[in-house]
Nanobody, 119 residues
Framework: QVQLVESGGGLVQAGGSLRLSCTASGLIFSIKTMAWYRQIPGRQRELVAASDGTINYGDFVKGRFTISRDDTKNTVFLQMNSLKPEDAAVYYC???????????????WGRGTQVTVSS
């Protein structure tokens, strides 16, 4: 199977920056989509940013976050600037992957990394 491992979360002051990383490993032929979601307990998980053939951001990002990929390393990054307390959440990596040529696309999730923003 495929595993996604996130890193880079932690505690940051409001206005600060964090850079999250997510690396996919396992049986991978190609990665069609890599994305970041976040979830506050008791709330629905929401899209932060996704990178496929195009890039899509959640409305709340307001130009502060940037998603990028290093496909040679099966890695996606999320650069988060001007962080606000309301950005505090568990951030999850998501990837849509096929493990063989013309094989089925399967969505995988990381275990999440905690981002805490203090005022």
């Amino acid at each position: 199977q495929v595993q996604l491992v996130e890193s880079g979360g932690g505690l940051v002051q409001a206005g600060g920056s964090l850079r999250l990383s997510c690396t996919a490993s396992g049986l991978i032929f190609s990665i069609k989509t890599m994305a970041w979601y976040r979830q506050i307990p008791g709330r629905q998980r929401e899209l932060v940013a996704a990178s496929d053939g195009t890039i899509n951001y959640g409305d709340f990002v307001k130009g502060r976050f940037t998603i990028s990929r290093d496909d040679t390393k099966n890695t996606v990054f999320l650069q988060m600037n001007s962080l606000k307390p309301e950005d505090a959440a568990v951030y999850y990596c998501n990837a849509v992957i096929n493990s063989r040529p013309a094989g089925p696309l399967v969505a995988y999730w990381g275990r999440g990394t905690q981002v805490t923003v203090s005022s």
